[in-house]
């Protein structure tokens, strides 16, 4: 079946506007995650989802950044007031079970992000 | 919280040779996958073995967890196996959900 899908695969903002990046997983994946990755680094952790509770938004920088999942699929990352040290791959994940560390977590794309 | 480290850095092979690449971790982990990064950045899961061993045509993968290390194996490889190599692990129960990557083992395949 479809894997992960992101959307918009790239993004050129100017600094100070507010970016959605959206992420579909897997049809009937239970678990989500937020991912980010700077160039020449391993993605880093923001936040993870069951269902549609946010379950650690530990990884989040700040307050400008934010995440939901309304109806348990869908998930849209949201940047206010875009700075250019935001400027990175955000990547998305999903997998089957709820407990993450059980079984392979699923990468999408990645939506590359410019803050000019 | 647990460090993840990959070596080497970097690997530079001629087409057709053979590779290890290793991944040490520093705490007991319940998850461990290996993923390939392609050159147009999209990210493949190679295996997930967060213990014992796995093949998959030319590459094979080795955890012991017992010793806190992963190994990566590539035979007789190719240019299309260019790109970086990453290591990530997962800890058990409660909201620890995520994947801890290490920095990667950028692998050069030349012709």
């Known amino acids: 079946g479809a894997g992960v899908s992101q959307s918009p695969r790239y993004k050129v903002t100017k600094r100070g506007q507010d970016v959605a990046l959206r992420c579909d997983p897997i049809?009937?994946?239970?678990?989500l995650y937020w991912y980010r990755q700077a160039l020449g680094q391993g993605p880093e952790f923001l936040t993870y989802f069951n269902y549609e509770a946010q379950q650690d938004k530990s990884g989040l920088p700040n307050d400008r950044f934010s995440a939901e999942r309304p109806e348990g699929s869908i998930s849209t990352l949201t940047i206010q007031r875009t700075e250019q040290r935001d400027s990175a791959m955000y990547r998305c994940a999903s997998n089957h079970h709820r407990e993450a560390s059980q079984e392979t977590q699923y990468f999408g794309p990645g939506t590359r992000l410019l803050v000019l | 919280g647990i460090q993840v480290e990959q070596s080497p850095p970097d690997l530079i092979l001629q087409e057709g040779a053979n590779s290890t690449l290793r991944c040490n971790f520093s705490d007991s982990v319940n998850n461990l996958q290996w993923f390939h990064q392609n050159p147009w950045g999209q990210l493949i899961n190679l295996f997930y073995?967060?213990?014992g061993t796995k093949q998959n045509g030319r590459l094979s993968a080795t955890t012991v967890a017992t010793e806190r290390y992963s190994l990566l194996y590539i035979s007789s490889s190719q240019t299309t196996d260019s790109g970086v190599y990453f290591c990530?692990?997962?800890?058990?129960?409660?909201?620890?959900?995520?994947?801890?990557f290490g920095k990667g083992t950028k692998l050069s395949v030349k012709p």
């Open positions: 073995i967060p213990s």
């Open positions: 990530a692990v997962g800890q058990y129960g409660g909201s620890q959900g995520n994947l801890i």
């Open positions: 049809s009937g994946h239970v678990s």
